[in-house]
C-alpha cells in the first residue's frame, strides 16, 4: 500500500493551497481517507477524514470553514484544500488510510485508528 502526499509548498499568509493524496495498492473504494497534520513541536492532529460516500469529519470545528476535502475516484485521489492560510498552518501534512471516519473527543485520538500512512508533505506559511 502505498499513499502519496504532494502539493505542499512555500505560501504567503492569506493565500490558498491544494494538496493531493494518491492512493496504491488498496482496495480505494473500501477505505476512508484521512488527513492530518503536525506543525513544529506539536503532535499528530486530525483535519478532515473523507469515506468512500457519506459526510466528511473534521477533526474539530475550526476547520470546516478553511478546509475542504473531496474525493476523486476515478484517479484514486483525496484532495485537501486549505484557504486563508495562517502562520499556524505551517507543518508537514500528511494522509492516511482508515476503514471508517470517526468522532474523537481529542482529534489527537485519531492518529491511533489509522491503518496506513504517507510520507507527508510540507506546508510553509511565511511572508
Known amino acids: 500500500v502505498q499513499l502519496q502526499a504532494s502539493g505542499g509548498g512555500l505560501v504567503q499568509p492569506g493565500g490558498s493551497l491544494r494538496l493531493s493524496c494518491e492512493a496504491s495498492?488498496?482496495?480505494?473504494?473500501?477505505?476512508?481517507i484521512g488527513w492530518f497534520r503536525e506543525a513544529p513541536g506539536k503532535e499528530r492532529e486530525e483535519v478532515a477524514c473523507?469515506?468512500?460516500?457519506?459526510?466528511?469529519?473534521y477533526g474539530a470545528d475550526f476547520m470546516k470553514g478553511r478546509f475542504a476535502v473531496s474525493r476523486g475516484n476515478a484517479k484514486s485521489t483525496v484532495y485537501l484544500g486549505i484557504s486563508s492560510l495562517k502562520f499556524e498552518d505551517t507543518a508537514v501534512y500528511y494522509c492516511?488510510?482508515?476503514?471508517?471516519?470517526?468522532?474523537?473527543?481529542?482529534?489527537?485520538?485519531?492518529?491511533?485508528?489509522?491503518?496506513?500512512w504517507g510520507q507527508g508533505t510540507l506546508v510553509t506559511v511565511s511572508s
Open positions: 492516511a488510510a482508515t476503514r471508517t471516519c470517526r468522532k474523537y473527543a481529542d482529534p489527537l485520538d485519531a492518529r491511533y485508528w489509522y491503518d496506513y
Open positions: 495498492g488498496l482496495a480505494f473504494d473500501d477505505y476512508a
Open positions: 473523507i469515506p468512500s460516500s457519506g459526510r466528511t469529519t
